[in-house]
């Protein structure tokens, strides 16, 4: 397929559209949001290892409730559930606005609170737009759509990203959380107009609920840890995204005392992520060249380890940007490849309870390496750190190339039964 035929398919179809409208007016919050949340955070305790502890706070939702979260997106209409989650973590989030204008005294607590709530939000969202994704396209365009996907909540990511240091040295961060707490009721609007037809959930003949939960939350666990494939790709798409947060977490550290370069160059720095993001997603999108992409899913964390350790030899606002844009591009591609794998080995019925076991996998590694952080954060530097991960990544390498040795397709079209 043609990039003309892929662009048309996306814009005559009403469900994408609306979809991806919703997806890019949310992104432009979210990108505005960590920024504005972490420098807010920074400023009221002047403490880096407050922001590992952000981290901490933001992955327990996936650690505790996320695998029955996954049970039950598997049992609802996905489209409702983001509408709900979006329209949840809208509410959370305007908390912090709301006590700062009413002279509440605003602290740290308060700000890991509304991290929680929004975290748990985000953490039932996530599994059911894969799911809603999932549903709405074919196993031959399943790669284009979740590159396009992609490419839409980084340019919504970079947009909000490269506005935030302005914005927060004009209007504060309070209006910039508050800009993001309507982005999130806007894009819930834009998805409510996703497919007018309901997916109904399956007919359950248990009487007990919880025996209901568990059952089916044990069924997920047995259909991940009996596909092989499926357990190799989890393992390594949690190793991707605990870099990933950690790096997010060493970030606004290394941009203020590493770097100084203040609010706007730390703003600066992020939006390149998205921008290296943007390209990769779209470079994929234009592709239609299996072996480039078998090359991703085998040597894709390669690329992405030298770019961390390239990142971390920065000395300088210009030097980090190139760094951390080439980081944002290599993760695009290898988180695409990887996931949409991950999309077409799992059954329908089984993608949330799949993804959110994933998603617990990731917080538990991310718990670790968060809570490292913030023990090491104050004794070693953030450059160091950056060090380190790159190592992780090439661990991550070579477990894939491990994983992935025999050939293979990259996209499989066949369907694991129920």
Same mark, same amino acid.
């Given at each position: 397929?043609?990039?003309?035929?892929?662009?048309?398919?996306?814009?005559?179809?009403?469900?994408?559209?609306?979809?991806?409208?919703?997806?890019?007016?949310?992104?432009?919050?979210?990108?505005?949001?960590?920024?504005?949340?972490?420098?807010?955070?920074?400023?009221?305790?002047?403490?880096?290892?407050?922001?590992?502890?952000?981290?901490?706070?933001?992955?327990?939702?996936?650690?505790?409730?996320?695998?029955?979260?996954?049970?039950?997106?598997?049992?609802?209409?996905?489209?409702?559930?983001?509408?709900?989650?979006?329209?949840?973590?809208?509410?959370?989030?305007?908390?912090?606005?709301?006590?700062?204008?009413?002279?509440?005294?605003?602290?740290?607590?308060?700000?890991?609170?509304?991290?929680?709530?929004?975290?748990? @939000?985000?953490?039932?969202?996530?599994?059911?737009?894969?799911?809603?994704?999932?549903?709405?396209?074919?196993?031959?365009?399943?790669?284009?759509?979740?590159?396009?996907?992609?490419?839409?909540?980084?340019?919504?990511?970079?947009?909000?990203? @490269?506005?935030?240091?302005?914005?927060?040295?004009?209007?504060?961060?309070?209006?910039?959380?508050?800009?993001?707490?309507?982005?999130?009721?806007?894009?819930?609007?834009?998805?409510?107009?996703?497919?007018?037809?309901?997916?109904?959930?399956?007919?359950?003949?248990?009487?007990?609920?919880?025996?209901?939960?568990?059952?089916?939350?044990?069924?997920?666990?047995?259909?991940?840890?009996?596909?092989?494939?499926?357990?190799?790709?989890?393992?390594?798409?949690?190793?991707?995204?605990?870099?990933?947060?950690?790096?997010?977490?060493?970030?606004?550290?290394?941009?203020?005392?590493?770097?100084?370069?203040?609010?706007?160059?730390?703003?600066?720095?992020?939006?390149?992520?998205?921008?290296?993001?943007?390209?990769?997603?779209?470079?994929?999108?234009?592709?239609?060249?299996?072996?480039?992409?078998?090359?991703?899913?085998?040597?894709?964390?390669?690329?992405?380890?030298?770019?961390?350790?390239?990142?971390?030899?920065?000395?300088?606002?210009?030097?980090?940007?190139?760094?951390?844009?080439?980081?944002?591009?290599?993760?695009?591609?290898?988180?695409?490849?990887?996931?949409?794998?991950?999309?077409?080995?799992?059954?329908?019925?089984?993608?949330?309870?799949?993804?959110?076991?994933?998603?617990?996998?990731?917080?538990?590694?991310?718990?670790?390496?968060?809570?490292?952080?913030?023990?090491?954060?104050?004794?070693?530097?953030?450059?160091?750190?950056?060090?380190?991960?790159?190592?992780?990544?090439?661990?991550?390498?070579?477990?894939?190339?491990?994983?992935?040795?025999?050939?293979?397709?990259?996209?499989?079209?066949?369907?694991?039964?129920?």
């Amino acid at each position: 397929m043609s990039i003309k035929d892929k662009v048309t398919l996306i814009y005559s179809n009403s469900s994408y559209f609306n979809f991806f409208i919703g997806s890019l007016t949310s992104s432009i919050g979210n990108g505005m949001y960590f920024i504005a949340l972490t420098w807010l955070l920074l400023s009221i305790t002047n403490e880096p290892s407050s922001v590992g502890l952000l981290m901490i706070v933001m992955a327990l939702p996936n650690i505790f409730i996320n695998p029955f979260i996954g049970v039950f997106i598997d049992w609802v209409d996905r489209k409702i559930v983001c509408i709900v989650a979006d329209i949840f973590c809208a509410c959370a989030i305007l908390v912090i606005p709301i006590i700062y204008y009413t002279d509440f005294s605003l602290n740290s607590t308060i700000i890991y609170i509304v991290a929680f709530l929004s975290s748990l @939000g985000e953490k039932v969202y996530i599994p059911s737009r894969d799911g809603l994704i999932r549903e709405l396209t074919s196993d031959k365009e399943l790669v284009s759509i979740n590159s396009f996907a992609i490419g839409i909540v980084q340019t919504g990511m970079l947009l909000g990203a @490269g506005l935030s240091g302005f914005l927060i040295s004009t209007i504060g961060s309070i209006n910039v959380i508050l800009i993001n707490s309507l982005s999130y009721l806007i894009g819930a609007l834009f998805t409510f107009f996703v497919r007018k037809n309901t997916i109904k959930p399956i007919k359950r003949n248990y009487t007990n609920n919880i025996q209901s939960v568990l059952h089916d939350f044990k069924q997920g666990v047995f259909f991940l840890v009996n596909n092989k494939n499926v357990l190799k790709i989890s393992l390594i798409i949690a190793i991707l995204y605990t870099t990933l947060y950690a790096t997010n977490a060493l970030l606004p550290s290394f941009a203020k005392f590493d770097l100084n370069v203040g609010e706007k160059g730390y703003g600066i720095i992020d939006a390149t992520w998205a921008l290296g993001s943007i390209f990769g997603a779209f470079f994929l999108f234009s592709l239609s060249i299996k072996h480039f992409k078998t090359l991703i899913l085998k040597y894709g964390l390669l690329i992405l380890s030298c770019s961390i350790g390239v990142f971390s030899l920065s000395q300088n606002l210009f030097q980090a940007s190139i760094g951390y844009m080439l980081m944002g591009a290599c993760f695009a591609m290898t988180r695409i490849v990887f996931d949409t794998n991950l999309q077409l080995n799992v059954h329908t019925d089984f993608q949330g309870r799949v993804k959110s076991v994933v998603l617990m996998l990731i917080s538990l590694t991310g718990l670790v390496v968060h809570s490292l952080i913030t023990i090491f954060i104050d004794i070693i530097s953030p450059r160091s750190l950056y060090y380190f991960l790159s190592f992780i990544m090439l661990l991550g390498c070579i477990c894939s190339l491990y994983a992935f040795s025999e050939k293979r397709s990259l996209l499989k079209n066949s369907r694991h039964s129920l």
